[in-house]
């Protein structure tokens, strides 16, 4: 009897989950039975095996689910060109303008101003309004994890940092993955180079020069949209870990492992509310919880047992009990930058990043 009512029980569930599913099927077939034009903002390309990259993956499977139609625009420059673009897409019929940049914020906010019928959305940028929204992942939180990685890896305890620009959210990054070096090496120190550009080789590749000629660096790491630091890596032995995309199979000798996005999780539900006429100009910064950011799985070159450290730390994170900048935290200078028991906010991790952690050596802007 008790066999019968199980199964009776289990059918039922069944059915009202397929009521379900046909119910959203049917509301999301009715908003996408029209194709939506989407027009897409990159500083970079859609195949720069980064942050481009990341971005245009992630759309793509969007543009599949929900019958849209992209236009990407590459290599738009940080400057009032941008607008000009947006404005472009808009006279071909987006309804929908995405930037990837945080360079393209200004401009986004005045043609958004100027086109109240249109929605945007600007990734990690800081000034929303009725209709645009700005975005990013807690990348940070894997960096962190990344930074565990990069302290149980290295053997001279001299990790280097290849970075863009000293702005909050590298700065964030820097802090963040210098954390998790130390919580498992507290001798290590991550030396930091900065490029002043998120995609250009030349730059990078200066950078990468002076950490090698200058420690004993045998792991780096990268913020900037250009893989040509990992080029030289995997070109001189040294370990790297990557940022925004698995790109094992290009440095197969030297990757570990990389902070990487999965953009989709982010675009499909807020385009989804963009189409249902539910868009509410915010700004969402998702954690590891929604998915949206991910460690990449650890690569045969990571020395054994440093997944358990790894997956120990991450499930902190997914259980909401513990995040990066918790403190005691002592910045380069010893100063307590956060006290015990205490936890910077959201607003002070955004904006006020111009300092870093102790066991930062950066080098000059």
Not at 40 to 58: K, V
Not at 326 to 346: A, F, L, Q
């Amino acid at each position: 009897m008790k066999k019968i009512l199980a199964v009776a029980c289990g059918i039922i569930i069944i059915i009202i989950i397929g009521i379900i599913q046909i119910s959203v099927r049917e509301t999301d077939t009715e908003v996408t039975r029209e194709q939506t034009k989407v027009g897409f903002i990159l500083n970079g390309t859609i195949d720069d095996h980064s942050w481009g990259q990341a971005h245009y993956e992630g759309m793509e499977k969007c543009a599949d689910s929900l019958n849209l139609k992209v236009f990407y625009r590459e290599n738009v420059p940080t400057d009032e060109r941008c607008g000009e673009y947006m404005e472009e897409l808009i006279d071909q019929g987006c309804e929908i303008i995405i930037c990837n940049s945080f360079g393209f914020g200004e401009y986004a906010l005045e043609v958004a101003k100027e086109h109240r019928d249109i929605y945007f959305f600007h990734a990690t940028g800081v000034a929303e309004s009725d209709n645009l929204s700005t975005y990013f992942g807690r990348i940070y939180q894997m960096r962190y994890l990344s930074g565990i990685v990069a302290g149980l890896q290295t053997e001279t305890d001299e990790i280097g940092y290849v970075a863009a620009y000293p702005i909050p959210e590298v700065n964030r990054g820097i802090n963040a993955f210098t954390l998790g070096v130390r919580r498992v090496n507290p001798d290590a120190k991550v030396y930091v180079e900065w490029t002043q550009s998120w995609t250009g080789d030349e730059e990078a590749e200066q950078a990468t020069e002076k950490l090698l000629a200058e420690h004993s660096v045998d792991v780096l790491t990268i913020h900037t949209d250009t893989n040509k630091t990992l080029e030289m890596a995997e070109e001189r032995g040294i370990w790297c870990i990557g940022y925004n995309m698995d790109n094992v199979e290009l440095y197969p000798n030297t990757f570990l492992t990389a902070p990487v996005f999965e953009w989709e999780n982010f675009y499909e539900p807020h385009i989804l509310e963009c189409l249902q006429g539910k868009f509410a100009g915010k700004h969402y910064w998702d954690g590891a919880e929604t998915g949206i950011v991910s460690l990449a799985p650890l690569s045969r070159n990571v020395k054994p047992g440093i997944q358990k450290e790894v997956e120990e730390a991450n499930q902190k994170f997914l259980s909401g009990t513990f995040d990066v900048f918790y403190g005691p935290i002592t910045d380069t200078d010893g100063y307590m930058r956060v006290g015990e028991m205490e936890c910077m906010t959201d607003t002070e991790m955004l904006n006020a990043f111009d300092w870093y952690v102790e066991g930062v050596v950066a080098g000059s802007e």
